[in-house]
């Protein structure tokens, strides 16, 4: 409403029409007057929203109050519940420009399925993301994100950080850009470490910044676009620090991480001399001491494994041997032929994009297993043909060794073969896929392989002898890769809970598969008759399945076999096809189904009385990873 120009006409009109020449003026009860018999002040009335806290009414008092947080860009008015004795930094993403890939993307129209960007952050434990946002050369970011600082000592549970303890907070923001396309595929666009504490520094705790984000991977010195960000502490600090003091707290951190980094390197070489004096050899073997992350930064792999806690998310070890096999799979991305593009991924990058490569998913699992207090340690070597691999291994008190592959979630009990026992004896078969193996680590001990032969068959795991096993000393991986070691390591962000409902998304795909199954079939002149109690006795089949997989325990078949004798009469076949994914698209999984000859035979089945069934079963992990279970089946009358 233009609510000034409205009462300026109406003031006008009034004074023209009322104000007497004898009159000199008129009195503001006679303008009010006025206005309230032109029925303006109802009019505005009308239209103002009043914003009521009903969740306040309904809940307890709590010791949170609830502050409006405005973004004076935006009209939006958000409401977060805050804590009055704790600080928080609240950052504000004002726009992005500059991303030169999306130059020529057309404007989506309203309702078009476009690629989409969005961020993801995480501060100390806390994790945040974006609202998914058009792919543009300029693309719309406004979010604003509200982060808590606090130590996470003891006894400073509700004292508020001031200026000087929140300088030694060394944790930076790690910000994660990821791109969705149209068939929900991601892709890495970029990572970066956001030093906030200039703003500790600038006047009235409030400072603006220009973040120019780099690529990933071979592109990680090419400027894939730039953010404009506000930082802001609130409640406001009482005392601002002088920008020399931050800048220099920060130069010394940088100096004493450079020299802590620089000795571990020197340390290193030296372990690496004594390795190859021991066995020229050795030089071919898969020992890996640095790895390089998505922004070509060369770290200690130590660094890449922590004990990582899923709270209540997962409960076990298998499951959570299950929750990292559903996350995608995929090869770093690499330009042009060649060999393999070596990127071992942060864990939030990893985690945002829902996908990685082998290693990304042997340091999660690592990390999962040593959260469960099992002796855990990734191990680097070959599968078949010299393919470089990594997996997981864990030792048990009773000295047993099991792999973990953490692309299948699949264990093996390691039974290691004598080479020297006589060739009548028989020697057991390895069940596991590995060749060779050059080094084993977690977050606190490396080991390279010295046995006379590096294959996995004949290697002996007694870690503690030092005539197959050659330490690195604790101390020095220690003086890297402990937290709060050195301000280069990326803090370990928690596991987020799924945001997927599995019911919904499993009618969806149900739904889904059932037009393109009718669809083909009409285009072969087929008709499609869909019996719905058969499609829902298919239902214990995946769920069995899955609890398979999560457990190793095989229950519940002879129910489900029992229920498909009683509703297939007599003189009819029943055939089923079940299949498993990792990611919810339907129109890919059906083309991969039409692929395999036993399931075309199913959804082509041609015959007398031919009744199809098909049933999804989606089950839902953490970070909304989920495992997609299909099965197709068909009834038909036999005909001789």
């Known amino acids: 409403m233009d609510v000034h120009g409205r009462i300026r006409e109406i003031l006008a009109e009034t004074i023209r029409e009322e104000l007497a020449p004898d009159q000199q003026q008129l009195s503001s009860e006679d303008l009010i007057k006025a206005l309230r018999r032109r029925g303006i002040i109802d009019d505005v009335m009308k239209e103002l929203n009043f914003v009521t806290d009903n969740v306040d009414q309904e809940l307890p008092p709590s010791p949170k109050q609830s502050v409006c947080v405005t973004d004076r860009q935006s009209t939006l008015l958000k409401k977060t519940n805050i804590d009055p004795t704790r600080r928080y930094l609240y950052l504000q993403v004002l726009g992005g420009k500059a991303f030169l890939e999306h130059l020529q993307e057309p404007e989506p129209l309203p309702g078009q399925v476009c690629s989409t960007f969005t961020l993801c952050l995480h501060f100390r434990n806390q994790r945040f993301r974006s609202k998914p946002v058009p792919c543009a050369c300029e693309p719309d970011f406004h979010d604003g994100f509200l982060l808590e600082v606090h130590r996470e000592s003891l006894g400073d549970g509700t004292r508020m950080a001031d200026s000087t303890t929140m300088l030694s907070i060394s944790d930076p923001i790690h910000m994660v850009l990821i791109k969705t396309d149209i068939f929900g595929e991601t892709t890495l666009v970029a990572s970066y470490f956001l030093e906030w504490r200039s703003v500790l520094g600038s006047e009235n705790g409030v400072t603006n910044l220009t973040v120019e984000l780099m690529g990933v991977g071979t592109e990680s010195k090419v400027s894939v676009g730039i953010l404009n960000i506000k930082l802001e502490m609130y409640p406001p600090l009482n005392q601002t620090l ?75 070890p298998r499951q959570a041997a299950r929750f990292v096999n559903v996350l995608g799979y995929e090869r770093a991305p690499v330009i042009g032929g060649g060999g393999k593009q070596e990127q071992w991924c ?163 795909i149900e739904m889904q598969l059932r037009l393109l199954v009718s669809e083909h079939r009409k285009d072969l002149g087929l008709t499609t008759v869909w019996e719905d109690q058969l499609s829902y006795l298919l239902s214990p089949a995946l769920a069995s399945y899955e609890f398979e997989r999560t457990t190793s325990i095989s229950a519940g078949n002879e129910e489900f076999q029992d229920a498909i004798r009683r509703a297939v009469p007599d003189g009819h076949t029943f055939k089923g096809f079940p299949i498993h994914f990792v990611y919810r698209n339907a129109r890919r999984a059906f083309a991969t189904c039409l692929r395999s000859p036993f399931c075309e035979e199913i959804i082509c089945c041609r015959g007398d009385q031919v009744r199809l069934a098909v049933r999804v079963r989606v089950f839902t992990y953490p970070e909304s990873a989920c495992a997609v279970w299909i099965m197709f089946a068909c009834k038909y009358r036999s005909v001789l």
């Open 242 to 316: 002088s920008q020399e003091v931050v800048n220099t707290q920060l130069a010394l951190e940088r100096q004493k991480t450079a020299e802590k980094e620089r000795l571990f390197l020197v340390y290193a070489k030296q372990w690496w001399r004594e390795y190859l004096q021991i066995r020229p050899s050795h030089n071919s073997r898969l020992v890996k001491i640095f790895a390089q992350d998505e922004n070509g930064i060369n770290r200690p792999v130590c660094s890449y494994v922590k004990p990582l806690r899923a709270g209540r998310l997962l409960d076990t």
């Open 346 to 508: 942060t864990l939030l990058a990893f985690l945002c994009r829902n996908k990685g490569d082998c290693e990304d998913h042997a340091n999660l699992l690592c990390s999962l297993l040593l959260g469960y207090g099992l002796e855990a340690f990734v191990c680097v070597g070959t599968k078949a043909k010299g393919v470089p691999h990594a997996w997981v291994m864990t030792c048990g008190t009773d000295g047993t060794i099991t792999f973990w592959e953490s692309l299948t979630g699949h264990r093996y009990i390691h039974k290691s073969t004598n080479p020297d026992e006589p060739p009548v004896a028989e020697q057991p078969k390895p069940l596991y896929p590995y060749r060779t193996i050059g080094c084993v680590f977690n977050h606190q001990m490396f080991l390279g392989n010295c046995q006379s032969s590096d294959s996995v068959e004949i290697c002996v795991f007694d870690l503690n002898d030092e005539s197959k096993w050659k330490p690195m000393s604790e101390e020095a991986i220690k003086s890297v890769c402990a937290p709060g070691a050195t301000t280069s390591l990326p803090p370990f962000p928690p596991l987020c809970a799924s945001t997927i409902d599995a019911s919904v998304t499993s009618n969806e």
